[in-house]
Nanobody, 121 residues
Framework: QAQVVESGGGLVQAGGSLRLSCAASGSIFSINAMGWYRQAPGKQRELVAIDINTGRRNYADSVKGRFTISTDNAKNTVYLQMNSLKPEDTAVYYC???????????????WGQGTQVTVSS
């Protein structure tokens, strides 16, 4: 099994910055993708940014130019640097991992429990 744990959420004023971290642990054999989703109250969960092991990184249009995803493959960790935060960025941010654990034949999706990001105006 694999586990993912987020950290770094909090309260910040509009225009401020936060950095989220997510560490994956467990018997991970291979990672296909790591990234971040978010869910605001009353809305569906949406992709924020994702790093795919082919070298591709995708961002939601709403965060392009403000958020940056990065990874430390040696530590199975993914980061999300969020700058120029807006009140509409307020949401619970979830770490996502698509990986294959030792002994498994398939890749599975793993989710963290989420970390709250609140941006005040």
């Amino acid at each position: 099994q694999a586990q993912v744990v987020e950290s770094g959420g909090g309260l910040v004023q509009a225009g401020g910055s936060l950095r989220l971290s997510c560490a994956a642990s467990g018997s991970i054999f291979s990672i296909n993708a790591m990234g971040w989703y978010r869910q605001a109250p009353g809305k569906q969960r949406e992709l924020v940014a994702i790093d795919i092991n082919t070298g591709r990184r995708n961002y939601a249009d709403s965060v392009k130019g403000r958020f940056t995803i990065s990874t430390d493959n040696a530590k199975n960790t993914v980061y999300l640097q969020m700058n120029s935060l807006k009140p509409e960025d307020t949401a619970v941010y979830y770490c996502y991992l698509q990986g294959r654990v030792a002994g498994a034949l398939s890749y599975y999706d793993y989710w963290g429990q989420g970390t709250q990001v609140t941006v005040s105006s």
